[in-house]
């Protein structure tokens, strides 16, 4: 075995989440995943689009550790994996910072840390200012960055998004992915993100997974050669629309 350290290029291409012929089925028998090969690398941010119901939100809860594949090998390679999830899950009764340093307060960091790791995040997700606004006093853009602000306060290295902005509004959900991109840009962690919408997908990835539907495999990969941080004109060239009406048919194909 090596003992040589390993060199900067390695560490920038660390795998930090390998499924090998993972299979899900629960209790009942719905089997919901089959034969999924799977990999995340750190500058990587794939994105899996697919049927409902194919098994999305499962796959999302194996990688981040809720739940246990029955069958094949899940392997992270990172303990600080960062969660959002379809609604914003912000404590009503909080403000803005007090949810923000929740993580922080659960894994027992001591207060000053906290709140200076809370306030940075905040910072960085655009929402100072608001930090004693409490949840209902928000947009539900603004929900989902505090929310972002959250998860980032552990500095995750793998970063996994349900669905996040799916129920907001057209405007604020393209504002969202260009925060998002930025975020990816600058604190490097590896992205895996479920969404409906073939364009976002397209938009925010570097790498887009289609899945087949119930039980949910991984029909087809496609690499997005686009440069990061996204120039937000690329959603209006003949290449974007190319790569999103290719991606469009690979999932009515892996529909039936
Ligand atoms: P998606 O996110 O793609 O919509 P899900 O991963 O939520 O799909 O679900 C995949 C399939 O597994 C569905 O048929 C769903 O009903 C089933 N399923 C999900 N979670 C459970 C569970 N805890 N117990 C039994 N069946 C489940």
């Not at 194996?62 to 994996?81: H, W």
């Not at 500095?155 to 129920?167: H, M, N, Q, S, V």
Request: one cysteine or more; hydrophobic letters at 40%.
């Amino acid at each position: 075995m090596s003992t040589v350290a390993p060199t900067d290029a390695a560490i920038d291409t660390k795998t930090l989440l390998s499924f090998r012929d993972v299979e899900m089925t629960f209790p009942g028998g719905t089997v919901a995943l089959r034969g999924v090969d799977l990999t995340v690398k750190r500058g990587e941010f794939v994105t899996v689009v697919g049927p409902s119901g194919c098994g999305k939100s499962t796959l999302l809860r194996i990688a981040s550790g809720l739940e246990t594949a029955s069958d094949g090998e899940a392997v992270m390679s990172t303990d600080r994996i960062g969660y959002v999830f379809q609604d914003a899950t912000l404590l009503p009764w909080r403000t803005v910072r007090e949810n923000v340093e929740l993580l922080a307060e659960l894994n027992e960091q001591p207060k000053a840390v906290r709140r200076k790791k809370a306030g940075e995040t905040i910072e960085l997700v655009g929402l100072t200012g608001f930090e004693s606004h409490l949840p209902r006093q928000l947009s539900g853009g603004m929900r989902m960055r505090a929310s972002l602000a959250r998860s980032l306060t552990l500095e995750p290295e793998l970063f996994l998004f349900d669905e996040p902005f799916g129920a907001l509004d057209e405007i604020t959900r393209e504002s969202l992915n260009d925060e998002l991109i930025r975020l990816f840009t600058e604190t490097h962690f590896a992205g895996l993100f479920i969404t409906h919408s073939v364009s976002e997908a397209v938009y925010l990835s570097t790498k887009v997974v289609v899945m087949s539907g119930r039980p949910g495999r991984i029909v087809d990969q496609f690499e997005v050669p686009f440069d990061m941080p996204r120039d937000p004109e690329i959603r209006y060239t003949g290449e974007f629309a190319r790569l999103v009406g290719e991606i469009s048919h690979a999932l009515r194909e892996g529909h039936h």
